[in-house]
């Protein structure tokens, strides 16, 4: 630790910046978040069957507004599901190469619960923050779809109902995950340079082709966000939390291009 000089000017107090948060999640907020409808589910939702999906999205609050997603089983087999997107809202947010988003969760019990928070954008854009599956009872999957890279993380800190603190940096050349302050995986294949993506928070339910489905005994299972914000590092105190325009987009693609 750096000691000061006897006799100069004692430094000021030091803290994070909080001009670098653009985004602190409100998931009450209709103008953050829409409910039960994304376009990363074939014509918006409300059902995904073609990924192994036993979803039904629903826009009820008790599924998703409280940060707790919740799940609860119909009488055709499907399941009520909570999710909610920056997709569509009126501030439209979204995650741009460069930030880091941290988010601290409580994972499900149940066998066939499958809680994520990722990114879409335009039939694609998609990084996992992180998947879990309870019939992996220690393992996190992290996936960068939008270059190809994945990895199946297990450790005694992940286990059914445990509460983790995760952190990703979505790079232009590596996006770095992070699970309770450890760094767990570093892809070096990144997002790229005008990467831009909404963010979804989610819980569905597996539809056995993957991972079991729920147990026959099983009604209802949840998974809970208590907190999810995302930086902007040297964004500076002028930074809004909104997403790209199509101005700032078309400037990058041109800068891309030359």
């Known amino acids: 630790m750096h000691e000061p000089n006897p ?5 000021g107090p030091r803290s994070a910046a909080a001009s670098d948060v653009v985004f602190t999640a409100d998931f009450t907020s209709e103008r953050q978040w829409v409910a039960g409808r994304s376009w990363a589910y074939p ?13 039904h999205l629903v826009a009820d609050p008790a599924y ?7 799940a609860r089983r119909r009488p055709d087999g499907r399941w009520n599901t909570g999710l909610l997107t920056t997709e569509g809202s009126p501030d ?14 409580r994972l ?9 928070i990722w990114t879409w954008r335009d039939g694609g854009q998609e990084v996992d923050v992180f998947e879990y599956h309870p019939d992996n009872p220690d393992l996190l999957e992290f996936t960068n779809h939008v270059r ?14 445990a509460w983790l603190d995760l952190r990703t940096e979505f790079g232009a050349r590596s996006v770095v995950w992070w699970a309770n302050g450890r760094r767990v995986f570093a892809d070096q294949r990144g997002t790229g340079r005008n990467w ?17 489905p729920p147990r026959r005994q099983t009604s209802e299972m949840s998974y ?6 995302v930086r902007r590092p040297n964004s500076g105190p002028t930074a809004q939390p909104q997403g790209v325009t199509a101005e700032e987009e078309g400037a990058d693609e041109q800068k891309a291009g030359a």
């Open 196 to 212: 831009h993506a909404y963010l979804i928070v989610n819980l569905s339910v597996c539809g056995g082709r993957y991972h079991p």
């Open 92 to 105: 439209g947010f979204e995650v741009r190469t460069g930030d880091i988003l941290e988010a601290r969760v």
């Open 224 to 229: 809970t966000v208590s907190r999810l914000v």
């Open 43 to 55: 014509n918006g939702g409300p059902v995904n069957p073609g990924d192994d999906k036993l979803d």
């Open 108 to 116: 499900p019990r149940e066998i066939g619960a499958w809680p994520a």
């Open 7 to 11: 006799g100069s000017p004692l430094p």
């Open 148 to 161: 190809g890279s994945n990895r199946y993380f297990r450790d005694d800190m992940i286990s059914p109902g």
């Open 64 to 70: 998703s507004r409280s940060g707790v997603f919740r």
